[in-house]
């Protein structure tokens, strides 16, 4: 991923958007790291990309700490001199989804176990992902949160209103009404309350799912913008990974359409009489 357009547009991205957040412009940011105001919109505009020697200031002068500088010189190290991709690393994977989740035009995640993050209340979180991470410290737990929190903020204040299909899994709605009920009724009233958001879809998809085709994104840049490159993204047990191949992106598409005729929209799920209404 970090060796084609992908990594480019997250570089440029992540200038763009710290920059704003630490209220700098780019004269301002040009001056700090010692290039011409020029050659900084050239970075953030992509008619360039900064060489990895400058990426840690450039970072720091966008306000971003160490370990997400360090990040971004990698980004730029795998482009420059075609090392190591960053497809298999998941905290680079949640950065890029997480910007991807701002600019890009279309949006599908489909998760067959749990409910998708974003669309996560704080008590899901704290009661039910905790006990999907057993191993997980409360520091862990915590940021975790913080970091939902913060994508949810960013995707609420998007105006341009981007297309979202969320496809979840009846195992985790059967899973959560085991583990606590009252969490359960209002977790669903949460997902109704977003299925009613401008450009918003949610399913339930019943039945069995194969492991490897359990968690799946996919991006497109729709009528976005400010997007990257399509891109789609999955999950195992030690690693994810950032695709950006056109023709696995297909396959991966072609799946999504085939889950999403079988799922049953949120708005009649539940209903005792949908069976028959379906029949």
């Given at each position: ?18 920059r704003d ?11 700090l790291?010692?290039?011409s ?5 050239a ?25 997400l ?8 190290d ?15 994977n ?12 279309e ?27 057993p ?9 975790g ?27 985790a ?6 583990i ?20 918003v ?31 789609a ?42 069976r028959?209404?379906?029949?």
């Amino acid at each position: 991923m970090a060796k084609t357009e992908s990594g480019a547009w997250f570089i440029r991205m992540m200038l763009r958007t710290g920059r704003d957040k630490v209220g700098k412009t780019q004269e301002q940011i040009a001056r700090l790291v010692h290039v011409s105001p020029d050659t900084y919109r050239a970075y953030e505009a992509g008619r360039s990309s900064p060489h990895a020697s400058i990426m840690e200031n450039l970072a720091k002068a966008c306000g971003y700490d160490a370990e997400l500088a360090e990040y971004m010189v990698k980004a730029a190290d795998a482009r420059a001199e075609e090392w190591e991709a960053l497809e298999a690393n998941p905290r680079f994977n949640a950065l890029y989804i997480a910007l991807a989740e701002r600019f890009y035009g279309e949006i599908f995640k489909f998760d067959a176990l749990m409910i998708p993050g974003i669309l996560q209340l704080q008590g899901y979180h704290y009661l039910v992902v905790r006990l999907a991470e057993p191993l997980a410290n409360d520091d862990f737990i915590d940021g975790g949160w913080d970091f939902k929190e913060s994508r949810i903020a960013d995707i609420q204040a998007r105006t341009d209103r981007p297309q979202m299909q969320f496809l979840i899994g009846e195992t985790a709605l059967i899973q959560l009404r085991m583990i606590d009920e009252e969490l359960y009724q209002e977790q669903m009233a949460h997902l109704r309350r977003w299925a009613k958001k401008p450009g918003v879809l949610i399913r339930i998809l019943r039945g069995p799912v194969l492991a490897q085709r359990s968690n799946i994104e996919i991006y497109h840049v729709g009528k976005s913008k400010l997007a990257g490159p399509d891109i789609a993204y999955s999950e195992i047990a030690d690693s994810s990974w950032l695709i950006d191949d056109p023709k696995r992106i297909a396959s991966y598409d072609g799946l999504r359409k085939i889950l999403w005729k079988q799922a049953i929209r949120i708005e009649v799920y539940n209903d005792d009489d949908w069976r028959y209404r379906l029949a």
